[in-house]
């Protein structure tokens, strides 16, 4: 899309600037595996072990935001139950966000940073946190056993504390595109998140495709009607679940309206208990291929992800969702 053009979505024509000049051309990978990725697969657990080598090689690859784990409930996300103990076993390599989806588990986060601190840490165990809250109500309630309203009342007090302590906090929306359980869902609703979300103190906005339904029409109309309502598109970032093979194509839409931040899973791990038939994200290696022939930077290296890629699916025994992954390594062997 040249500079200065209209884009027409349905019978509308947006009048949009592409920003790539001013932005540059490197694009932040935010790498979910270790979290999204593993949270859902079936017991028996993922080894800590494998997880700590899991991260060793995402920051070999030269990943320096990777979502390492979650604080919750460890009865009811059985593979995060270890989530502490791969936090404080990792070295200060890169930026290791963790999820926390309340009051509760903030303080089970702080609890151990203090017990790091005085047992003699000398860096930070992290220095990000994630929250999370539904775009939509019927996934709210089936998610979090609660109401969009409550979940959101909830967070600011988290976010408060967070910063209170020196983390930044990064926000998660989800169903940005449809609701299993309700349909497709108004972009004013994610607006109306996203834009209290950031008034909280969130510095970045993940919009998450749970279901895998977005087009590239549909994300470039959401993302105009955050623009038009003020957000400041620097803080939003794309969450793509590959269920329908749409996440690369609608990707390549945002990029030349200014998408600047990408969340993706190495081998494509991941999926939804929510969310029945949704597969799991867009596949790391296809979104950092496709940008390098793009003329893209991400700082990646895409020989040492095919290889972790490779590496994980052989590991846990799961097929590896990446086709970039897949062909690069069958023209090796």
Not at 59 to 88: H, K, Y
Not at 226 to 243: M, P, R, V, W
Not at 253 to 269: C, F, H, Q, V, Y
């Amino acid at each position: 899309i040249p500079p200065s053009t209209s884009v027409m979505i349905g019978h509308r024509a947006y009048s949009q600037t592409t920003p790539d000049a001013s932005r540059g051309r490197f694009i932040r990978i935010v790498e979910v595996s270790p979290r999204d990725g593993l949270q859902n697969l079936p017991l028996p657990a993922v080894p800590t072990q494998t997880k700590l080598d899991l991260i060793a090689k995402l920051t070999d690859a030269g990943l320096r935001n990777i979502e390492v784990g979650s604080f919750v409930r460890p009865d009811r996300v059985v593979q995060m139950a270890d989530s502490p103990v791969v936090l404080r076993s990792l070295p200060p390599a890169a930026h290791y966000p963790v999820l926390v989806p309340n009051a509760r588990w903030l303080d089970e986060l702080l609890a151990l940073e203090d017990k790091h601190q005085a047992e003699g840490g000398k860096e930070r165990l992290t220095d990000e946190i994630a929250v999370f809250v539904s775009a939509t109500e019927p996934f709210s309630l089936a998610n979090n056993n609660a109401s969009r309203d409550k979940v959101m009342d909830g967070l600011k007090g988290v976010i408060d504390k967070a910063h209170s302590r020196g983390y930044r906090v990064r926000g998660y929306v989800s169903c940005v595109m449809t609701d299993p359980f309700a349909g497709p869902t108004d972009p004013n609703e994610v607006v109306g998140v996203s834009r209290r979300l950031l008034e909280m103190g969130c510095y970045e906005i993940s919009l998450g495709d749970t279901t895998g339904e977005g087009n590239p029409d549909q994300w470039r109309r959401l993302w105009f009607a955050l623009q038009e309502s003020g957000i400041d598109t620097n803080k939003l970032a794309a969450h793509c679940h590959d269920t329908f093979a749409m996440s690369l194509p609608s990707l390549l839409a945002l990029l030349p309206l200014g998408l600047r931040t990408i969340d993706s899973s190495l081998a494509g791990l991941g999926g939804c208990p929510y969310s029945p038939g949704a597969t799991g994200n867009v596949p790391t290696e296809d979104v950092v291929y496709m940008l390098h022939k793009m003329g893209y930077e991400t700082g990646v290296d895409l020989e040492k992800l095919v290889e972790a890629g490779d590496w994980l699916s052989r590991t846990l025994a799961v097929k590896n969702e990446s086709r970039v992954g897949r062909a690069i390594h069958a023209r090796r062997v």
